[in-house]
């Protein structure tokens, strides 16, 4: 402290320096945080980062099969444009044979048998039901590049289907719902 007496300056050092230290001694104490409060942020962090994470996944997997239905449609088009004057016998026909499903698989096209004759079950549900399509089957294998005769064994549930002559063009564990 600085004191003014007899028109001479005197300085205290004793209690400047008292005075200097507590100030010191209190920023000392409160600059950092606990290792205890450092693991509590991580620990926060790491848990909105799997939430993130996982919600991320499920928007890209729905962005997928949102694209591959979209491509499904247009190559139905693509078919049913190009039949209207030549018999369609495969996606060679119109140029798509090397077009690729979002998961890197080929697309899928079974051609109806003529009227008359028995059809193939192709993605039918069961052996009573009727089939899925009357004009031609297309599909894409899924995530994971399987498939079955069936839309109801495990390895069809991934599988983008077109069904009922085009009426249903999404996940085939969602036919039917």
Known sequence: ???????????NHGKFNLELNRFVRTFQCNR???LIELLVVAVILGILSAMAL???STFREK?????CSEELR?????IIAYSTDKVFTGLADIGRQDLKDPWG??????????AGTPQPRYYSTDAETP???SDFYLYSKGADGRTADR????????????????????IAAKYGL
Do not use: H, Q, W
Not at 105 to 114: F, K, R, S, T
Not at 151 to 167: C, F, H, L, M, Q
């Open 74 to 78: 247009t190559l139905e088009r693509e």
């Open 54 to 56: 996982s919600a991320f």
């Open 32 to 34: 950092g945080f606990t």
């Open 151 to 170: 839309i109801t064994d495990p390895d069809s549930e991934d599988d983008v289907i077109r069904a009922n002559d085009g009426a249903f063009c999404t």
């Open 105 to 114: 698989n080929n697309y899928v096209y079974v051609a109806a048998p003529p």
């Open 1 to 11: 402290m600085i004191f003014f007496r007899d028109g001479k300056v005197e300085i």
């Open 131 to 133: 089939p899925l399509n």
């Open 63 to 67: 962005a997928k099969v949102a694209r």
